[in-house]
C-alpha cells in the first residue's frame, strides 16, 4: 500500500491517462446554490449500460428527491457506448484510459483484464484535483434506494426512503471532515441482517469499508489490485492502523453484481468468487483467508477477513512495560 506522498504522486501521474474533462465545474439543472457545496462532488463509475445508470435515477428522477451537488459519470475510452454516455450525460461524461494508468498501479497481477472498477476508483482523485473539488464521493451505477434504518423501540428495525440527499451526503461528509477517518462509506442493505440483533448495527459502525467512498483529496490513498480493491484496501490500511469506518443508520441497495449486465458482472462470471477474493489473500496474507459462505445451493467459496488480525489494538500507555534492557540496567535480573 502506498504511502500518503507516494499516493500524491500517483495521482498526479495518473492525470496523465485523463482523455475528456471540462475545464471547469459543471452544477445540475436548476441548482439550489444554497444546498450546493462547491468543494464537494459525486463520481458515478459507470460501464457498458448508458441506458441502465440506475444510480442516476434514483438521484434525480425519483418522485420528490432532492439533489443539488454536482455530479460526474467516470468513464474509460475502451467502453463501446461511450458516445452514448456522452450524447446522454454531456460535458460531465469524463474520461479516461486505463492502460495508461498501469505504469503507476499495483495490479496485483499481470492478466490483460480491463473489466474492472479499480481504474475508475484511483482515477476519481486526479478528476477531483482537476476540477478543483477537496471532497467527493465515489458511487457505483446499480444502486436503486438509498434509506435510513430506524430502530423503533427497539423491537424493530425499520426502514425509511431517502429523499433529502443533500442532507444525507452533508452528514456523511461532516463525519469525515471532524474525525481522523480517512475515508468513510455507507452501510450496504445486507449489512442489517439479524435486524435489531445485529451489533454492527447497534454499534453504529464497523471498520470494513466497501461500495461507496467519502474521499478527501488532501488525504488521498490509492486502490490495488485487479478485483476486490475495496477489501484489499481496507485490510491493508486497517493493518497499518489507519481508520476507515462503514457507517450504519443510512443504507444504500445494490443490485446483485452476477445478475446485471455490464459494469464488472462479466469479470465476475468469468473468474468467480475465487478469484476475486484470492486477491485479498495475496495482499493481506496474515488476516484473510478463502472460505465458504451460504448453505446448501447457495454455499460459494468467498474471502474470509479476520478483525483480530486486521485492525490493530492500541494500549493505554499505564499498561506499558519496561523493555529488558531498562530492567536489565536496574539489575532487576
Do not use: W
Not at 239 to 267: H, K, P, V, Y
Not at 282 to 311: C, D, E, F, L, Q
Amino acid at each position: 500500500m502506498k504511502s500518503k506522498e507516494q499516493s500524491i504522486q500517483a495521482i498526479e501521474n495518473f492525470k496523465k491517462s485523463i482523455k475528456r474533462c471540462p475545464d471547469h465545474k459543471i452544477t445540475n439543472i436548476n441548482t439550489d446554490e444554497s444546498k450546493r457545496n462547491p468543494e464537494f462532488c459525486i463520481f458515478i463509475m459507470t460501464y457498458g449500460r448508458p441506458d441502465k445508470v440506475k444510480t442516476y435515477e434514483t438521484l434525480i428522477n425519483y418522485e420528490g428527491a432532492s439533489l443539488n451537488q454536482d455530479m460526474y459519470f467516470i468513464c474509460s475510452d475502451d467502453d463501446k457506448f461511450l458516445d452514448k454516455y456522452i450524447e446522454k450525460f454531456g460535458d460531465r461524461v469524463l474520461v479516461f484510459n486505463k492502460k495508461e494508468m498501469i505504469p503507476y498501479l499495483d495490479k496485483g497481477d499481470n492478466f490483460d483484464r480491463y473489466g474492472v472498477i479499480l481504474y475508475a476508483r484511483n482515477i476519481c482523485f486526479s478528476f477531483a484535483s482537476k476540477l478543483n473539488y477537496r471532497y467527493f464521493l465515489e458511487l457505483d451505477d446499480d444502486y436503486d434506494i438509498f434509506s435510513q434504518r430506524i430502530f423503533y423501540d427497539n423491537e424493530k428495525l425499520m426502514m425509511k426512503k431517502i429523499l433529502d440527499y443533500d442532507k444525507l451526503f452533508d452528514i456523511h461528509l461532516e463525519f469525515l471532515k471532524n474525525t481522523p477517518c480517512k475515508t468513510i462509506t455507507m452501510s450496504q442493505h445486507g449489512d442489517y441482517i439479524g435486524g435489531v440483533g445485529n451489533g454492527n448495527a447497534q454499534r453504529g459502525h464497523q471498520r470494513k469499508v466497501m461500495n461507496s467512498f467519502f474521499c478527501d483529496i488532501e488525504d488521498p490513498f490509492t486502490f490495488d489490485g485487479t478485483i476486490n480493491e475495496d477489501v484489499n484496501y481496507y485490510t491493508q490500511s486497517g493493518r497499518m492502523g489507519i481508520l476507515n469506518f462503514n457507517l450504519f443508520g443510512f443504507a444504500l441497495n445494490q443490485e446483485s453484481t452476477q445478475q446485471s449486465a455490464g459494469g464488472m458482472t462479466e469479470t465476475y462470471l468469468d473468474g468467480g468468487t475465487y478469484l476475486k477474493s484470492f486477491y485479498s489473500v495475496m495482499y493481506t496474507p496474515s488476516a484473510v483467508k478463502i472460505a465458504y459462505i451460504g448453505n446448501g445451493k447457495n454455499k460459494r467459496m468467498h474471502h474470509k477477513v479476520y478483525g483480530k488480525y486486521t485492525y490493530p489494538k492500541i494500549l493505554d500507555e499505564k499498561y506499558s512495560k519496561h523493555t529488558y534492557s531498562e530492567l536489565n540496567a536496574q539489575k532487576i535480573f
